[in-house]
């Protein structure tokens, strides 16, 4: 099959997308990806695994993406561009990345006359009601929850396939009345094939490590608030913070007043491969995000390369983390946003991983399990069964 994919942002990279056209390409398809880019990359380039072809988006199209549910110029823009590829060359499918491009791909499905992948990397109505920018008067002027609610439930229903990256996301589509034998899931998982071999260190469980946005929602500042409860009894634990964001400096404020300053590390921004070293460097790692319809249908690649790294994992009690975490006995979960909670769970994992039992099950699981090799066959299975059909 010849597979066109709209993406919303540039590529390279994007290990999810990259991922799967390497499978697809592998599984014999000619797999071309459209996105657009902000600067000076070719237009069209020719890469290993597949074709790509790039538009250059202007900042006042790419900003009305906010409100694209209420004025038409970014649709228009992802139209014009898809239907000129199409109206040049046949496709067998379309395979469109996330959910603001499917009423795009329903429309060009009708003139084409194609089948119609979505691929949902988020639950985007969840993400869009956390977001800080729609939360601004302007922006909820310009992108209302209710209305990429309503538009989620209709247009799903018009996709031939859907994929979602985690089994309670699939379950919450299947309740807007899609098929469940229409919705694959293809979880973040790693390609241990690309991804560095990492080594087992020695788990001394005194260095606590998250890494990621320095947002609200990532629930920081219920672990901060934990480990100094923690610390009474556990007076070695330090805390290391990988990473940048727009509440980054209301947890210095809160580290400060908390007198943590030689506890709480913000280490800033870093390049992937330093944040592994410091990653390989730490005992235990957290997930701390708060509980929302988006986080208990989120499947984090930062969970599977932890468990990769043979690290236990302190997360909140997000159903999709938890799930996974318990069930795996990598870990321990704490009730979302009791820092009292955080600190109890803290010293039960530190005395359940006196011999790294939890971090061992962990780099087992991803092994055995959680990894490409396995998940690609869902892949494999959604395209054999358009062909069929």
């Known amino acids: ?13 994007d290990i999810r997308v990259e991922n799967e056209v390497e499978q697809l390409k592998a599984l014999g398809h000619e797999v071309t990806v459209a996105c657009y880019t902000f600067g000076n990359r070719p237009e069209f380039e020719e890469l290993p695994f597949c074709n790509v072809i790039r538009k250059t988006v202007s900042k006042f199209i790419h900003k009305t993406s906010v409100g694209c549910l209420k004025f038409p110029f970014y649709f228009n823009f992802w139209r014009r561009f898809a239907r000129s590829i199409l109206k040049k ?32 990397h988020e639950n985007w109505p969840a993400l869009i009601k956390d977001a800080k920018h729609t939360n601004t008067f302007l922006g909820k002027l310009l ?44 979880s973040n998982v790693m ?18 490590f998250y890494a990621g946005g320095l947002n609200k929602h990532r629930g920081l500042q219920i672990a901060i608030r934990g480990l100094q409860i923690a610390l009474k009894d556990r007076p070695e634990l330090e805390l290391n913070i ?33 944040t592994y070293d410091e990653m390989l460097k730490a005992d235990i790692m957290l997930i701390p995000h708060l509980r929302s319809v988006q986080t208990d249908n989120s499947s984090p690649n930062k969970l599977y390369q932890y468990m990769y790294a043979a690290k236990p994992i302190l997360t909140s009690d ?3 983390l938890k799930r996974i975490v318990l069930t795996e006995k990598v870990g321990f979960c704490y009730v979302a946003e009791e ?9 039960l994992l530190i005395t359940a991983n ?24 869902e892949l494999n299975e959604l395209y054999e069964s358009l062909e069929l059909s």
């Open 1 to 13: 099959m010849k597979i066109l994919m709209l993406l919303e942002s540039d590529f390279p990279p």
């Open 89 to 120: 060359e046949h496709f067998d499918a379309l395979h469109v990345h996330d959910l603001p491009l499917a009423s795009v791909g329903v429309d060009l499905k009708e003139e084409f006359g194609i089948p119609l992948i979505v691929d949902l």
């Open 143 to 186: 992108s209302s929850n209710r209305q990429w609610e309503e538009y989620e439930a209709t247009v799903l229903k018009e996709a031939d396939r859907l994929i979602t990256v985690v089994e309670e996301m699939k379950m919450r589509i299947a309740a807007h009345g899609v098929l469940e034998d229409r919705i694959f899931v293809l």
């Open 191 to 208: 390609n241990l094939r690309t991804f560095p071999e990492l080594e087992t260190t020695a788990v001394k469980n005194k260095m606590l």
């Open 242 to 274: 990988v990473g940048f964001g727009s509440y980054e400096e209301e947890l210095k404020e809160l580290t400060r007043s908390l007198k943590l300053e030689d506890k709480v590390h913000f280490l800033g921004r870093k390049t992937q491969s330093e």
């Open 318 to 320: 997000c159903q999709s």
């Open 339 to 347: 820092a009292e909670d955080f600190a109890r769970q803290l010293k």
């Open 354 to 377: 006196s011999e790294n039992e939890l971090g061992l099950n962990g780099r087992e699981a991803v092994v055995h399990q959680y990894n490409w090799e396995r998940q690609r066959r």
